[in-house]
Nanobody, 117 residues
Framework: QVQLVESGGGSVQSGGSLTLSCAAS????????FDWYRQAPGKERVLVAT???????NVPDSLKGRFTISRDNAKSTVSLEMNSLKPEDTGVYYC???????????WGKGTSVTVSS
């Protein structure tokens, strides 16, 4: 049963932009905090953006100004807008939904982003 589906990855040149989307079921969307993670080749997953069920957002200082997380309530979708992309942004981007009551986690299968210099 597919519950989180990421899309929007691809290959871009340095300085380009991509917007990733994470589609969830309506129930999951309403009851979860969403995180986007990046996993670069050979490295661990790192958190790049968070969106709480109340709508608060957080992006690490190192990514502020380039990465923006947002939600579309009508589509039950969480998006990650990435601008001024750099080669070090390359990796597989994963969406995670954490239930606000049970803390149960759901992960998507990821979408790949490649930024060439």
């Amino acid at each position: 049963q597919v519950q989180l589906v990421e899309s929007g990855g691809g290959s871009v040149q340095s300085g380009g932009s991509l917007t990733l989307s994470c589609a969830a079921s309506a129930v999951i969307f309403r009851t979860s905090t969403f995180d986007w993670y990046r996993q670069a080749p050979g490295k661990e997953r790192v958190l790049v953006a968070t969106l709480t069920s109340s709508g608060s957002t957080n992006v690490p200082d190192s990514l502020k100004g380039r990465f923006t997380i947002s939600r579309d309530n009508a589509k039950s979708t969480v998006s990650l807008e990435m601008n001024s992309l750099k080669p070090e942004d390359t990796g597989v981007y994963y969406c995670k939904a954490t239930n606000i009551w049970t803390r149960a986690e759901r992960w998507g299968k990821g979408t790949s982003v490649t930024v060439s210099s």
